[in-house]
């Protein structure tokens, strides 16, 4: 048999879920400032090695990361303002239309009509005051990401100039990437297009500068990138000859998952399908360089619906639910043999949650790659998800971004459940979230991470995502004296739990 292609996961550890639009602050919603520093104090305080975040990329309607503008660029809202602030580039008086904001949830259109405002500020200031060195750091910037830079920059502000419609719905001039650049309109987007790259310019340096704080405390970013991007995307709008579209721009198929444990109707993402072929063609260039991108941002990389490199669900472009579906064939191994010879030391995590066949489990396999294992799911009959049948090499997790908190799963559990968990675990339930912290960190996985809101032991007013549901979600944060509580009464706890299972 031959060897796996990666065989990266060899350590135990354990971390956190935490979205950085979760984390407290004074501008309506988390970013990358002085919070998520303290964050990662506790973190490396408490004996943990991993942050897992959700996508980071720009998001579109619904406010979703697995729905981003581009696969390669940073969300400006997690630009932190008082950073800006110290910097010189705004003033407290530019920042004060987002200081009434709501702390307990983002208010997301709240962001749309004040942060935007509040970011060009900074730009124009910027622009004016900037020394010599920071505008050359700014044109380097913008120089050595200009393969995805220039894209991106132009359709937002395309997108911008119509109002922000998708691009599918732009006059048609505008709807093909070269035609577009020739046009002469975009002689006024000018000052637009230089913004969004300063945006990009401030959200990368706030992020690399957090990234090395929490590296130099031993913490590792795990990252998250979606399988698909959205069809809304300077990605697809730039190079549609990579996705399944036909000659008018249209998408010929798009991406989703049949019914399942989520939804009855299946999942109906809407994502462009790839054209795998013309992929292969050119040694998978554009995944190389989004992953190029990922691991600059992350350490260990997750790839949410790995089964789509297996198998990929098509689903009909005008369909309204994913009953009607067909699984075609994807890129296979032949993708992961090339993103080995480019990545040797790639730390990649599959998503391989749902229903899962024989030949994904023959790819993970020979890929190497670590899977994941869900303990709601374990003890509603997923037995090989239990503590004890997980298998070294994987992820444990009480519930993903896309589940329930462990409380409220609890509540919506028959007794049957309730009474199997309470036996498994050898207690009363009285602190479900914390018995199933205390079993995942005894667990076989290598990596248990647990969603913040477990830790801090909280009901289903705390979910993060509804799968199927369209909006309203996303929007949950803590707030700081939970993490001050949580630090103080369970901290030492935590620190023993690292010792006693060597994580």
């Known amino acids: 048999m031959a060897e796996p292609l990666f065989n990266w996961l060899t350590t135990r550890g354990a971390g956190i879920l935490l979205h950085p639009t979760s984390l407290p602050g004074d501008t309506g919603i988390g970013t990358l400032g002085q919070q998520a520093r303290r964050f990662v104090d506790f973190l490396a305080d408490v004996g943990m090695k991993y942050w897992q975040v959700c996508p980071l990329g720009p998001t579109g309607y619904g406010d979703s990361p697995y729905q981003c503008f581009s696969a390669f660029a940073g969300n400006p809202y997690l630009i932190d303002l008082d950073d800006l602030k110290q910097e010189g580039l705004l003033q407290e008086a530019d920042v004060m239309p987002l200081r009434n904001l709501p702390a307990e949830h983002v208010d997301y259109g709240a962001q749309w009509h004040s942060r ?55 006059p048609k001039p ?16 000018t000052d637009q297009i230089s913004a969004h790259a300063f945006y990009q310019f ?29 069809m809304d995307s300077a990605d697809v709008w730039r190079r549609p000859s990579l996705f399944q579209m036909d000659p008018e721009l249209l998408p010929t198929g798009v991406a989703g998952v049949p019914p399942d444990y989520f939804s009855a109707d299946g999942q109906l993402w809407g ?25 600059e941002l992350y350490d260990v990389v997750r790839i949410d619906h790995f089964r789509g490199f297996d198998q990929y669900c098509r689903i009909p472009p005008n369909a309204t639910n994913a009953r009607e579906y067909s699984w075609l064939p994807g890129p296979g191994l032949p993708l992961f043999e090339v993103v080995r010879e480019r990545f040797p030391n790639a730390k990649l995590v599959a998503e391989d949650l749902g229903i899962i066949t024989d030949s994904v489990r023959d790819l993970m396999r020979r890929a190497g790659l670590p899977g994941m294992k869900v303990l709601q799911f374990a003890f509603e009959g997923a037995t090989e998800y239990l503590p004890h049948n997980t298998i070294p090499n994987s992820v444990l997790y009480p519930g993903t971004h896309d589940n329930d908190t462990s409380w409220g799963w609890f509540g919506q559990q028959p007794e049957g459940v309730k009474k199997y968990l309470s036996d498994y675990l050898q207690n009363d339930t009285q602190d479900v979230p914390w018995s199933l912290i205390h079993a995942g960190y005894a667990s076989s996985s290598r990596i248990f991470i647990a969603p913040f809101q477990d830790y801090l032991g909280l009901g ?23 993490l001050d509580r949580l630090w103080g009464e369970r901290g030492a706890l935590l620190k023993d739990f690292a010792r006693l299972y060597e994580r």
Not at 181 to 189: G, H, M
Request: with cysteine; glycine share 4%; proline share 3%.
């Open 271 to 295: 994502n462009p399908l790839y054209a795998w072929e013309n992929h292969a063609k050119n040694q998978f260039a554009w995944w190389c360089a989004r992953l190029q991108k990922s691991f």
């Open 174 to 189: 505008f709807r093909r990437y070269r035609a577009a650049q020739k046009r002469e309109e975009i002689a006024q987007l």
């Open 460 to 482: 289903s007013e705390a979910r993060m995502n509804r799968p199927g549901q369209p909006t309203g979600n996303w929007k949950w944060r803590y707030q700081p004296a939970q």
């Open 116 to 170: 935007w405002m509040v970011l060009h500020q900074a730009f124009a200031n910027f622009a004016k005051t900037a020394s010599g060195a920071e505008q050359e750091a700014f044109r380097n910037f913008r120089t050595s990401n200009a393969d995805w830079l220039e894209a991106y920059t132009l359709f937002m502000a395309i997108k911008g100039l119509f109002e922000s419609r998708s691009w599918l719905e732009w």
């Open 202 to 230: 401030k959200f990368f340096q706030q992020w690399e500068s957090l990234k090395a704080y929490a590296n130099e405390r031993r913490i590792l970013i795990f990252g998250d990138i979606p399988i698909f991007v959205a």
